[in-house]
């Protein structure tokens, strides 16, 4: 199971950093954030390998977010930085299911619940 937490409400260019917490061990798999936003479907923002030696963004964060993990502790982040109110979404946390390398919704499961990100203009 994973919990995100961390997201709010924020003015433009400001930052949020989300965190996913784990009831399990996250050790061995990919991880990727995805969002949300109201009538529009789940798009991929980034993903980490197993290690964290691997890093993957959508083009439209690319430079602006940064996504860690912390197996030791069964986490994994996302920094958000110079946010724009396009970016307001639920954002959700979740385990890719055949490694790193993924980004379609289809490729990932354990969803967690989403926490809401909103950035005013």
């Known amino acids: 199971q994973l919990v995100e937490s961390g997201g709010g409400l924020v003015q433009a260019g400001g930052s949020l950093r989300l965190s996913c917490a784990a009831s399990g061990r996250i050790g061995s798999y990919a991880m990727g954030w995805f969002r949300q936003a109201p009538g529009r479907e789940r798009e991929f923002v980034a993903a980490?390998?197993?290690?964290?030696?691997?890093?993957d963004y959508a083009d439209s964060v690319m430079g602006r977010f940064t996504i860690s993990r912390d197996n030791a502790k069964n986490m994994v982040y996302l920094q958000m930085n110079s946010l724009r109110p396009e970016v307001t979404a639920v954002y959700y946390c979740?385990?890719?299911?055949?490694?790193?390398?993924?980004?379609?919704?289809?490729?990932?499961?354990?969803w967690g619940q989403g926490t809401q990100v909103t950035v005013s203009s």
């Open positions: 979740a385990a890719a299911r055949s490694g790193f390398g993924f980004r379609r919704a289809t490729d990932f499961t354990s």
């Open positions: 980490i390998s197993w290690s964290g030696g691997g890093r």
